[in-house]
């Protein structure tokens, strides 16, 4: 029996109009609410991916510069490793590094040396000039910077002087490029400087810094060109204005801010929807960011039709009350038989996730809500009655490492709509991880908004550990196999190399050897069989040939066992404080028959002075013998052999094993020759190795220039060759002044 404080439908029918009313008034409200809903939905969808773009445009900008700094560090690098970089050392350093053609925002970077750093301030800086010296790319535009002064601009200056005390790098403030010649054309820009100091290592304080500062490399930017490279930057949703805060203002009671970039005209007069700040190169950027998105006519029309459509069926719902009034037998049978069907596909549903081992889930992305089956949630240690789980529990479940990945995933399903497909460890709990793969499709709206996602959860903790133990096997294998490669291979090296240096050995002083002996056996035999009856004269020649061959042969002897005694350290290195002037000019005098031979010319042009070293004197005069010795072999007749001093620099080890710059002596002695040929400039100081211009076969061990840089090394000096541009070569010695950083090895005696 029915309630009579409960009006039934059929008690309705009296009052015909009073359930069409309150049906509409309820549908109205209802359209209302999802109406408003809806703005709600596109307002706040709206304002997420405005966060998302200004977080986006911050960590891109901020990876840019960093990306940036890391090339100023290669850059140094390249600089620190030469001493005097040259324009085709640079070229081809420009060449290999393969810059993009917009250069990530790069207008141009290059290097600055200090130079006339004469005086120094009372804080221990240093005064000169920084002018710019290298430049890339190579454009007219960028010549324009060339020869620049870094120094002669306060904001350039004083961000040399914070990179220089810092050893860091720096960014200005905003500055005109040097290269743009019209003030009113050019745009707003900055340099990124990182400082380079003298030695291999960034001194630890400042004075010392401030000391052995030698110069900066620098990126150049157009502010506007560089924001126009980043990606995110380029959004027409995000209007995009970046601050210089130069620092605070007591009395205005706030920032200093210099506009740099602004993406459109007018926004400095709106308020931002969201300002971040940037800290980089020891400065502070301003980031506003303005919200330029819109609703657009497409979402103004859902949304208007969502209140016509609801007012529409409101009206039929109204309509249709009285005649669904008449039909509650019929729509509570149906009910019951749709009620009926619902609840066999609830069996059906639980009986198919019970019987397979993966759990499934069910993610209502406009509430935020998460079902789980109750596999699922034996799976993760709940009862399996829970039912729903926060979506938070989940999160901080997942391993840390594998958070940013799995939100990859997810961002790109929602997206872009690929396919959902992860591997990530979920915590069960006493530092147990177990590894899962999750699967899952979204469902879309019409308007194309993911609101629901479905998926399931599969444990792979065993397939996982299958698989790493199997990649640790093969890389084990392929350790074994590169070990065991590069054995056979430096074996294989060790013997050809043995071989060669056995064939080579055997191939140049077997002519050496034989050719002296030969001659005192032949000269030998030949006095004894005419000893009694050959004339004096004729017998005093045999005897000046033998001992001509034995010098010969003694020279060749002392020279192989000099070489196996600086190999070996045992040659004994006497430095004393000589006048090398005196030393050459002993030197020549002993060649002056050689030259006068050859009608050869000598000058000594004695560009230094003093010329006091401290070397051996017995080893200095063996290698200029040497030297010019091959330099009047080889010069035509009637040339002139040239001698010159210069002062120079070496780059030598200290102490603690840092490279320091010391100054030495140059003594370059050049010849109008044949020369030597480009590829064998170095293998000519090798033992046993003659030049394939001067090798005539007629004698000659290759051995002289191998002991003279071995004495050479023993004296912590260099030696090189070089061809000249007119013809013939030239040999440099350099040798350092004073005292080296340390002592050269003393050789022991036999």
């Not at 200093?256 to 709106?270: M, R, V």
């Not at 919200?291 to 979402?299: K, T």
């Not at 020759?673 to 090798?695: A, H, N, Y």
Request: glycine share 8%; proline share 5%.
């Amino acid at each position: 029996m029915a309630n009579p404080t409960q009006p039934s439908l059929p008690d309705l029918r009296h009052n015909r109009w009073l359930a069409p009313l309150l049906v509409l008034c309820i549908a109205l409200g209802l359209t209302v609410l999802a109406w408003r809903h809806q703005l709600a939905e596109d307002s706040q969808e709206r304002s997420a991916n405005f966060s998302i773009q200004s977080a986006l445009i911050t960590v891109e900008l901020r990876d840019r510069l960093r990306h940036h700094a890391q090339f100023l560090r290669d850059l140094r690098g390249f600089i620190a490793s030469r001493s005097t970089p040259d324009q085709a050392a640079w070229q081809h350093y420009v060449r290999w590094i393969e810059l993009p053609p917009q250069g990530h925002g790069i207008h141009a970077f290059g290097y600055a040396p200090l130079q006339s750093a004469a005086t120094a301030h009372a804080e221990g800086g240093e005064t000169g000039r920084l002018p710019v010296t290298l430049l890339a790319p190579d454009t007219p535009l960028n010549r324009r910077s060339l020869g620049f002064d870094l120094l002669s601009e306060a904001v350039r200056a004083d961000t040399v002087a914070l990179a220089r005390d810092s050893g860091e790098v720096a960014l200005t403030g905003r500055i005109r490029l040097s290269m743009e010649s019209d003030p009113e054309q050019a745009q707003p820009g900055f340099l990124m400087l990182l400082p380079l100091y003298r030695g291999a290592a960034t001194p630890a304080s400042v004075s010392e810094r401030r000391k052995a500062f030698a110069g900066v490399v620098f990126i150049a930017y157009r502010m506007q060109d560089f924001v126009q490279t980043l990606n995110y930057a380029r959004s027409s949703l995000v209007g995009l204005q970046v601050f210089d805060q130069a620092g605070y203002d007591s009395d205005r009671g706030g920032e200093l801010l210099t506009l740099f970039f602004e993406s459109e005209p007018g926004l400095s007069g709106q308020p931002p929807n969201e300002e971040r700040e940037m800290d980089f190169g020891q400065r502070a950027w301003l980031l506003r960011f303005h919200d330029r998105s819109s609703l657009s006519e497409g979402g103004f029309r859902e949304t208007r039709l969502i209140l016509a459509g609801g007012v529409l069926i409101s009206l039929l719902l109204g309509a249709l009350v009285m005649v669904l009034t008449s039909q509650r037998q019929h729509a509570e049978a149906l009910a019951r038989r749709r009620n009926r069907e619902l609840v066999l596909s609830e069996e059906r549903f639980q009986l198919a996730t019970g019987s397979t081992g993966d759990g499934l889930w069910d993610l209502d992305l406009v509430q935020g809500q998460l079902y789980c089956s109750p596999r699922l949630l034996t799976m993760l240690g709940r009862a399996p009655d829970a039912g729903r789980l926060p979506l938070s529990e989940i999160e901080l479940r997942v391993h840390p490492d594998d958070r940013a990945g799995r939100r990859q995933a997810f961002v790109a399903h929602i997206r872009e709509r690929r396919p959902y497909d992860v591997q990530y460890r979920l915590d069960q709990g006493g530092g147990r991880w177990h590894w899962y793969r999750a699967r899952g499709q979204a469902v879309w709206n019409a308007q194309g908004r993911a609101v629901r996602m479905v998926g399931w959860l599969s444990d792979i903790t065993v397939s996982k550990a299958l698989e790493a133990e199997n990649q640790r096997h093969r890389e084990k294998l392929h350790l074994l196999v590169e070990e065991r490669t590069a054995h056979l291979q430096r074996a294989i090296a060790v013997a050809e190399a043995a071989n060669r240096v056995k064939s080579e050995f055997l191939a140049n002083m077997s002519h050496e050897l034989r050719t002296p002996m030969h001659a005192i056996l032949s000269f030998a035999i030949l006095g004894c069989e005419k000893a009694s009856h050959v004339e004096p004269g004729r017998l005093q020649q045999y005897f000046e040939r033998i001992r001509q061959s034995a010098l010969r042969l003694l020279d060749l002897v002392n020279d192989l066992l000099d070489l196996a005694k600086l190999e070996a350290g045992k040659m004994a290195i006497q430095l004393r404080r000589e006048n090398v002037a005196e030393l050459i000019e002993a030197v020549v005098a002993e060649l002056e028959p050689l030259l006068t031979a050859r009608n050869l010319r000598l000058e000594f042009d004695q560009g230094m002075q003093p010329l006091f070293l401290s070397v051996d004197a017995q080893r200095f005069a063996q290698v200029m013998n040497n030297i010019l010795s091959n330099a009047i072999k080889f010069s035509y007749p009637e040339a002139c052999i040239r001698i010159r001093t210069t002062a120079s620099e070496l780059l030598l080890p200290d102490g603690n094993g840092t490279l320091v710059h010391l100054p030495a002596l140059a003594i370059a002695v050049s010849d109008q020759g044949v020369g030597i040929p480009e590829g064998e400039l170095e293998s000519i100081f090798d033992k046993f190795t003659q030049s394939s211009l001067t090798r005539t076969g007629a004698g000659g061990t290759g051995l002289g220039l191998a002991i003279c840089r071995e004495i050479m090394h023993a004296h912590r000096g260099t030696i090189v060759a070089h061809n000249n541009p007119q013809g013939g070569a030239t040999f440099v010695l350099t040798f350092p002044c004073g005292a080296a950083p340390e002592d050269p090895p003393r050789m022991e005696k036999d």
